[in-house]
């Protein structure tokens, strides 16, 4: 692979991701698909599932803005957030989403305008605007939710983004529950079940990268994914 998209890769998504990649989709392949079924499961099963409880805080992943301005999807996440946050289910919502894309402004800036808008004090948004994909929104949230003493969490996504977040958060150590968010009704016929499975083999990519660093003792690796 030429040198600039293995940099690529590195730049984004960390050191030992192409990799890891490519662990995953072969041993997907010599599993006749078995291990993404497996994920699929975990996925479907996540998605069926609100475990809203009483937490220190909500954690809304970012989406990609359109035009500078959240998409329907990423607004169900933070109408869900608000609503949680109006059941008294949490005193603080974290938004978590950098710049990304072609945007001129941070997906938690975006969001935290419909939170707003939506009856939310603005002192009870706390914002996390450095990350550019959910195994990042994760990473730089936990560091946030340390520095507060914010220990349990309830998180926001939609339903089949749900099982890969709760993976990384309990590889980070969050203790985490998660009250999934509706899509759109104009989404596609197919579009949920190709989403799904594409989930499920981004939830199997990120335990072969965590066992490829565990197995090589990479520290540095770890650090990106623990």
Not at 104 to 120: H, P, Y
Not at 151 to 177: C, K, M, W
Request: positive net charge.
């Amino acid at each position: 692979m030429p040198r600039h998209v293995q940099d690529s890769w590195s730049s984004y998504f960390g050191p030992g991701a192409l990799t890891s990649f490519a662990i995953a989709g072969g041993t997907a392949v010599i599993g006749l698909g078995l291990p993404v079924a497996y994920r699929l499961m975990q996925v479907i099963g996540a998605a069926r599932r609100d475990g809203r409880r009483n937490s220190d805080c909500i954690l809304v992943l970012g989406r990609a803005l359109r035009q500078d301005q959240p998409t329907e999807v990423f607004r169900a996440r933070l109408e869900r957030a608000a609503r949680l946050y109006r059941e008294g289910l949490a005193p603080r919502i974290l938004l978590a989403g950098g710049l990304t894309g072609d945007a001129t402004r941070t997906e938690a800036e975006a969001g935290r305008e419909v939170l707003i808008a939506a009856g939310v004090p603005s002192a009870a948004i706390l914002l996390e605007d450095q990350s550019r994909h959910t195994l990042e929104n994760l990473f730089h949230a936990r560091q946030t939710l340390r520095e507060l003493g914010l220990r349990t969490i309830l998180l926001v996504s939609d339903r089949l983004h749900i099982a890969r977040a709760e993976a990384y958060a309990r590889g980070f150590g969050l203790d985490v529950t998660s009250s999934p968010s509706e899509y759109p009704s104009r989404m596609p016929v197919l579009g949920p079940a190709t989403r799904a499975v594409r989930e499920a083999f981004l939830v199997h990519w990120y335990h072969c990268g965590v066992l490829y660093s565990r197995a090589i003792g990479s520290r540095r690796l770890l650090e990106r994914v623990t």
